[in-house]
């Protein structure tokens, strides 16, 4: 029995007043979107240009929605090289990625000047976008797919410590305890204690860069960095929409293949 | 031996966790700390394995200073000191045998624990330990399957992979029904009559300090306030500790009853 049901009703308090920070975060929104768009103080956009030129983009569309399916041949060793410059950058950047990320967490970091390098580190490799690594390691080892590898292994590196990082931020920190408790070092402590606690999370983080990677040598093959990109870009170059529509089909395939695998396989792992 | 000379553990924010206590506790005996929470009773048996420092007097073990040993002088000490937790503290995600071979840690070489392989002599003693708790045939088994009573079983395995001459237990039946609260008290009063494991057990419910406390200790506001043999901790005495009567609440079999 508690004595607060015998105490009887307790005075009902008075509704707060309601908060103005809702409509005023609303005005803001819609006067900072204004400043955008107006031809006075922003990039002045007007919606009539798609279809002023209307015509133009027809006569591509066209083309890019009627395939050229004999090309096909031609864009297997491109397809090929995109596939393995994404194996090769996922392997060595999740490789990097696990230590960096027990450094970039409170849990297992050793101390907070390691805490603090690493993840500064990391957050800069993070900031850049993976074409403007494409155009640096461009400049830097000529064109070609290592070029492309090292700006996805860049990439990887950044997305991967990221998320795990957080994730480790959140395990059990119970069995750690325990492991102190028994005289284990650090180390030993991270292996035994951390790492199975988010070895699934880590596979499933790989499975999907390594999604990501196939998209990102597109993009990548413009600035010359190897793999299906490069072809696009030159079929781009010769007016081929066709071609250019048979590629676009040909990956949207692809990525959809390896994402179907690959969010079966991460349903098994979590 | 563990000794506590004029021990203090005051925590950032100013709680006064442990006052001055002056403790000690002969190889073998079997101790049943008793309070209420926030006693001190978890800051008193973490300060023996250095989890908690302490800041103020020093404790020994062996007449080894826990309080002044770092890096690997202080793993040393650990090596030789089991723990046991309310929440078990058992990795989920792995099999039993992994979380027993944790306490095989502090003998493995960094590299093997890296590379997962364990000597087949320390597999042997994680196995034998299974097999003194009475749980081998889960061995294989992932350590998120398990009862209460068999996760706590686990727990008692992985401490005594350690090969240890201390056992600490941190209200070891916090989390478990009755029955399986005096399965596992019994299981540490076996090992500590056979092996002769000095014992040291954080409980809360009276009925079972009595049972199974070959000596009791009562700890109020960070103080030692009851120091003697189970037999002669009557009522009053638990009164004196708890600072008010006692309830229902306070003993197992009340508790469960309801």
Redesign the interface.
Known sequence: MTSASLAGPAERPAKPPRSLLVPAGIAAFLLITYWSVSAEFGIGLDLGEIFKDLGRGQIILADVLRPNFDFFERTIPSMLETIQMAIIATAIGCSIALPASFLASRVTSPNALVLRVDRGVLNVIRALPDLLYGMIFVAAVSIGPLAGILALILFNLGVIAKLLSETIDGV?V??I?????????R???V???VY??V??NYVAFSLYVFELNIRASTVLGLVGAGGIGNLLNLQIGFFNYSNVGFIILELFLLVFVIELVSISLRRRLV | MIDFKDASVTYPGGVHALRNLTLQIPEGEMVVIVGLSGAGKSTLIRAINGLVPLTGGEVTVDRRSVTKAKGSELRKIRSRIGMIFQTFNLVKRTTVLNNVLMGRLHATPTWRSLVGRYRAEDVEIAMRALERVGIVEKAYVRAANLSGGQAQRVGIARALAQEPKIILADEPVASLDPPTSHVVMRDLQRINRESGITTIINLHFLDLAKVYGDRIVGMRDGRLVYDGTGAEADENVFRDIYGRSLTADDLLEATAAR
């Open positions: 059990d119970g069995p305890e325990a492991a102190r408790a028994s005289g284990a070092d180390v030993e402590t292996r035994t204690a199975p606690q070895l699934p």
